[in-house]
């Protein structure tokens, strides 16, 4: 996965506030979380014991929006004439500037082919141990070029609960934080989607983008040309 959209904000810890023991598991829970997460080592079952695997983003300080229909940005496709075709591909308005169509709005239908992140299906995939860099997702399917991964999920934090939970955070190993717009951060630790398992690279096989689904920004990863079956994501 590529760094320069899974950057972090400066770190600002002295000026975080508030009180951390409400972000705490309890007792031997909290201890063991600790030691693995510090460790960077353990098991798949493990892994998925410490974390709750969610299907949307939970929004923590605030309620998720919804468009009212007159902001709604609809494109300007037509449905294909063959029924078996998909609609709202390249030449989509609203793909072009990342903005996913709404149910209800747009012509296609159910073949709009620009609703990918609010359908959420996924490629074949399987959890893999990789060493140090702790678990990966590694793809069991050939899939093209630009095609949807997955949408990496989490708890939407404010910028200061993030400063706040970088604290509590701060003697783990593994990341999984993810920079938003206005001020808000994706924080996949304890609550996240599949994606939280792939790992960074310097040479990704898979790229992030913002796309804005129904007012609110999600990220979205896609695969790069050569992401085939057997290929650990990254």
């Known amino acids: ?5 899974k950057e972090e904000a400066p770190s600002k810890e002295e000026d975080a506030t508030g009180d951390l023991s409400a972000l705490s ?42 468009l009212p229909e007159d902001e709604v940005s609809i494109c300007s496709c037509e449905p294909p004439m063959d029924e078996n075709e998909m609609g709202c591909l390249d030449g989509c308005l609203n793909r072009a500037a990342l903005v996913e169509c709404k149910p209800g709005f747009c012509k296609c239908g159910d073949r709009c082919d620009n609703m990918r992140i ?20 590694k793809l ?29 955070y701060h003697s783990e190993k593994h990341r999984y934080m993810m920079v938003l717009s206005g001020g808000e951060v994706i ?39 050569r992401s085939r079956s057997v290929y650990v994501m990254h």
């Open 1 to 5: 996965m590529n760094e320069t959209v």
């Open 187 to 225: 924080d996949a630790t304890r609550m996240g989607g599949w994606a939280r398992f792939i790992n960074h690279s310097c040479d990704p096989n898979c790229g992030v983008e913002k796309w804005d689904v129904n007012g609110e920004e999600s990220l979205s990863l896609s695969a790069k040309p």
């Open 25 to 66: 598991l309890d007792g031997d829970r909290d201890q063991a979380f600790r030691a693995s997460r510090v460790s960077g080592t353990r098991s798949i079952e493990v892994a998925l014991a410490e974390i709750q695997i969610i299907k949307h983003n939970v929004y923590v300080q605030r309620k998720e929006r919804s």
């Open 140 to 168: 069991l399917e050939d899939i093209k070029a630009s095609s949807f991964v997955a949408e990496y999920m989490g708890e939407i934090v404010t910028e200061q609960e993030y400063y706040m939970r970088r604290v509590l």
């Open 118 to 137: 609010q359908h959420g299906v996924m490629p074949s995939t399987q959890l893999i141990d990789c060493g140090r860099k702790g678990l990966g997702m």
